[in-house]
Structures are given as structure tokens and as C-alpha cells.
């Protein structure tokens, strides 16, 4: 069960990347929403649930292991909050870019951050396929 909400969870990661860029894309040159750009935001959205409840599943399905590392359960919660954190950030700069907040390329920027750091953390960690580290 580990392995396929593994699996979904690396691929909604790609997803979940790929959908940002272009939403953001047409949110900033096009000045705020439109049919378009609101549909794929929505798209974008059922795969932020999928990126929180994989990521709940995994956690929970692999709990007997991460209780068994040293210091693994930490380094597991702080995955999940900065997936958690993400998810957030995902929100609130495609909505200030949406409203034209001047404040949009500080939430991008530490989206990008926060994305980046999730992604390390994912990799570093042992289960999934992803290993930089
Ligand atoms: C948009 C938000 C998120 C992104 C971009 C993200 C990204 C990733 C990536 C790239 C991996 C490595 C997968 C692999 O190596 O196959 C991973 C693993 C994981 N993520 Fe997330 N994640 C997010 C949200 C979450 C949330 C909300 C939770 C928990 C509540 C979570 C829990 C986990 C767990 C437990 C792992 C397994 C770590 C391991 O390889 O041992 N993630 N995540």
C-alpha cells in the first residue's frame, strides 16, 4: 500500500508543478482570472488533496517503521509540515496573484522555498524512489 501512495504522491508532486507554472502564468499576463485559468486552478486544487491525503497515507501506513528510526519521526513530522506549509503557499500566492496583490513575488519566491525544501526532505528520506541525498 506504501509503494502505490508512493507512487501518486511523486507523480502529484510533477502535477502539482506543472499546474502552479501555468496558472501562475495566466493569472500575472492576463491580470487576474478567467475560465480558463479558474478551471485549472480547480484541477490544480483535487491535486493538492491528493499531494495532503497521500502524504497523511504513507505516513500512517509506514508509522511501525518511522517509530522504529532514532530520530526518523522527526525528521517524518517536519515532511509533513512543510508539505502542509507547501499546500499553503501553493494558495495564497496564485490568489494574490489572482487579485493583483503587489505582495505576489514574495509568496512566490518563498513557495519556491518551501517547494524546494519539501523536495530535499522527500528525497533524503528513505521510502520513496527520489534520492539526491
Ligand atoms: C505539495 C506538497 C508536497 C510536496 C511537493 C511533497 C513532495 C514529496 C516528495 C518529492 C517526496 C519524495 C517521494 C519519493 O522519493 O518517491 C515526498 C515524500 C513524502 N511526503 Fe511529501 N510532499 C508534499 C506534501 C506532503 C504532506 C502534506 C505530507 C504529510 C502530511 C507528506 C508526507 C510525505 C511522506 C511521509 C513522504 C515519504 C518520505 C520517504 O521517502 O520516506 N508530504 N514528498
Same mark, same amino acid.
Given at each position: 500500500? &506504501? &509503494?502505490?501512495?508512493? %507512487?501518486?504522491? /511523486?507523480? $502529484?508532486?510533477?502535477?502539482?508543478?506543472?499546474?502552479?507554472?501555468?496558472?501562475?502564468?495566466?493569472?500575472? $499576463?492576463?491580470?487576474?482570472?478567467?475560465?480558463? !485559468?479558474?478551471?485549472? %486552478?480547480?484541477?490544480?486544487?483535487?491535486? /493538492?488533496?491528493?499531494? #495532503?491525503?497521500?502524504?497523511?497515507?504513507?505516513?500512517? $501506513?509506514?508509522?511501525?517503521?518511522? $517509530?522504529? /528510526?532514532?530520530?526518523? %519521526?522527526?525528521?517524518?513530522?517536519?515532511?509533513? #509540515?512543510?508539505?502542509?506549509?507547501?499546500?499553503?503557499?501553493?494558495?495564497? !500566492?496564485?490568489?494574490?496573484?489572482?487579485?493583483?496583490?503587489?505582495?505576489?513575488?514574495?509568496?512566490?519566491?518563498?513557495?519556491?522555498?518551501?517547494?524546494?525544501?519539501?523536495?530535499?526532505?522527500? !528525497?533524503? /528520506?528513505?521510502?520513496?524512489? #527520489?534520492?539526491?541525498?
Amino acid at each position: 500500500m &506504501t &509503494t502505490g501512495l508512493l %507512487h501518486t504522491h /511523486l507523480a $502529484s508532486t510533477a502535477i502539482v508543478i506543472i499546474l502552479y507554472a501555468i496558472v501562475m502564468y495566466l493569472y500575472r $499576463s492576463q491580470k487576474g482570472a478567467n475560465k480558463t !485559468s479558474t478551471t485549472i %486552478h480547480m484541477i490544480l486544487r483535487v491535486f /493538492l488533496v491528493i499531494m #495532503l491525503f497521500s502524504g497523511i497515507g504513507i505516513y500512517v $501506513s509506514a508509522m511501525d517503521y518511522i $517509530s522504529s /528510526l532514532d530520530n526518523g %519521526h522527526m525528521e517524518y513530522g517536519i515532511k509533513a #509540515l512543510l508539505g502542509i506549509l507547501t499546500i499553503g503557499f501553493v494558495e495564497m !500566492s496564485l490568489v494574490s496573484a489572482k487579485k493583483q496583490r503587489k505582495i505576489v513575488n514574495i509568496m512566490m519566491i518563498i513557495f519556491i522555498v518551501i517547494l524546494l525544501a519539501t523536495i530535499v526532505l522527500g !528525497s533524503y /528520506l528513505d521510502m520513496g524512489t #527520489l534520492n539526491f541525498f
